[in-house]
């Protein structure tokens, strides 16, 4: 069953990340119907013994299969096509959070309130509590609103790093001298682990990200008690 469990992806925590999983359904099935017609061919081809010597050409089929393919694609280009422009509209963000990238660590500033910035580790092996997950819990988590549009300012401060959450659907590259942005919107509370998805050195498997989605009430508190 672990096996199994590993070949899907994360539980959705997002109304985008929903989509993107639809999205790979989708794109399944047709590539299973072709892999299906594919074998099926080829097995006739193998084990019929029908030829036809006087055979030169076949307008028709080559027309098939010039057409279907064209048909195939558009079912896939277009639900693509729109997932990439939702994933880039930014949509009356209620906060702005900015994540910077180090070697090798994070660093969080809350751009809408005043001095509320922190750096983020991972907890050594040798510092975990009973409830910490290892290589993916940190000392300083992000701590988020649900049911919230968050609008999340991405860069780094010496070489390329990429700040991902799969389970919202965020994967974007953080760039020295380059400021990326991105949005989302977490739809349940809960803890949503990632980590860094750009080979940035030595310790690149050793900065993880930890999102802690609570209630508005919840992080007003905490806001509160930060500043």
């Known amino acids: 069953m672990a096996t199994w469990a590993n070949l899907n992806l994360q539980d959705s925590a997002s109304p985008l990340m929903e989509q993107l999983t639809f999205f790979h359904d989708h794109s399944m099935l047709i590539l299973i119907m072709i892999t299906v017609m594919v074998m099926y061919m080829m ?3 193998f084990f019929n013994k ?4 006087f055979l030169l050409h076949g307008q028709t089929i080559e027309l098939i299969w010039t057409i279907l393919p064209t048909f195939i694609l558009i ?3 277009f639900p693509s096509l729109r997932l990439l422009y939702l ?3 930014i949509n009356e963000p209620f906060i702005t959070l900015k994540a910077i990238g180090h070697q090798w660590y994070w660093s969080y500033e809350y751009s809408d309130f005043l001095n509320i910035e922190f750096d983020s580790y991972m907890i050594p092996s040798n510092e975990l509590e009973m409830n910490s997950f290892r290589l993916l819990d940190v000392d300083n988590r992000i701590v988020l609103p649900m049911n919230h549009q ?5 860069t780094a401060a010496d070489v390329i790093h990429s700040w991902t959450i ?3 659907g965020v994967k974007v590259d953080a760039t020295p001298g380059r400021l990326n942005q991105t949005n989302f919107f977490i739809n349940r509370s809960g803890l949503f682990f990632g980590q860094c998805s750009e080979i940035c050195g030595a310790n690149h498997s050793f900065m993880p990200i930890v999102i802690e989605s609570v209630p508005t009430n919840y992080f007003i508190k905490w806001i509160s008690n930060m500043n």
């Open 43 to 45: 097995y006739m081809l």
């Open 50 to 53: 029908y030829t036809n010597r």
């Open 75 to 77: 079912f896939i280009a």
């Open 87 to 89: 994933l880039d509209e």
């Open 150 to 154: 968050i609008r999340i300012l991405i």
């Open 166 to 168: 799969p389970a919202l």
